[in-house]
């Protein structure tokens, strides 16, 4: 069962760096590690993925276990816009009653 | 680009009243296309996905319904609407063929309130 776990919530201090954790202790050998952020009233969007390797983007950074048991989204300067609910999730489809998306990781920044 | 329209924006119904939710999409063939319902502070249920025209993939039971007339649109109905229909509605896609690695887009949501 691809599911992940995450903190309920985190908080940081603008313009400092945020690691946000993600466990998924029976992920796959062909699972992708997706990062998504959803602002207040608005459907998600996409942050970051990857599949092994370390990856960064204009965004973030995602730093992947060498197990790939868990990941680190990692965002360099928080800022009050990325105050967001953050998904880490493995699938887009699930057979069965499961939540694609868990709750996720409710990020507050501040001021 | 692609683009993703998703309408309306919000909705009052009552008990028992019929719904038809529509989501479209620019800019892509036959994507992916998928629909959440997200209840209040909690995440996202997949409620239906769809690779083709026709192809519907339905992962709760329940009194909703979902039907793709066309390659790039995705409609969520019900016939008679229940007080725990209300939620917040996703409509998403992805790129075909992308496997496990295709990101997803997603709407803007409808806010449904069910009275």
């Known amino acids: 069962d691809a599911k992940t776990t995450q903190p309920n919530s985190m908080e940081s201090n603008e313009e400092e760096p945020v690691h946000l954790p993600c466990n998924h202790s029976t992920i796959s050998g062909t699972d992708y590690i997706h990062w998504y952020r959803q602002l207040p009233s608005q459907g998600p969007e996409y942050v970051i993925h990857g599949l092994t390797s370390n990856v960064n983007n204009r965004m973030a950074s995602l730093a992947i276990a060498e197990d790939r048991k868990s990941s680190t989204l990692i965002l360099h300067r928080a800022t009050l816009r990325d105050a967001a609910v953050y998904y880490c999730i493995l699938r887009f489809t699930y057979y069965g009653q499961n939540f694609v998306f868990g709750p996720g990781t409710r990020l507050s920044v501040l001021p | 680009s692609q683009t993703i329209h998703q309408w309306p924006a919000t909705l009052v119904q009552p008990v028992g009243s019929p719904l038809s939710l529509e989501c479209t999409v620019e800019g892509t063939s036959n994507p992916n296309l998928y629909w959440y319902r997200q209840a209040a502070g909690r995440g996202l249920q997949l409620l239906f996905y769809?690779?083709?025209?026709?192809?519907i993939s339905s992962e709760v039971p329940q009194n909703l319904s979902a039907s793709r007339p066309q390659d790039r649109q995705f409609i969520l109905s019900s016939k008679k609407l229940l007080l725990s229909d209300s939620g917040f509605y996703l409509c998403?896609?992805?790129?075909?063929?992308?496997?496990?690695?295709?990101?997803?887009?997603f709407g803007q949501g409808t806010r449904l309130t069910v009275v």
């Open positions: 769809s690779v083709g025209i026709g192809q």
């Open positions: 998403a896609w992805r790129a075909p063929n992308r496997g496990r690695f295709g990101r997803a887009f």
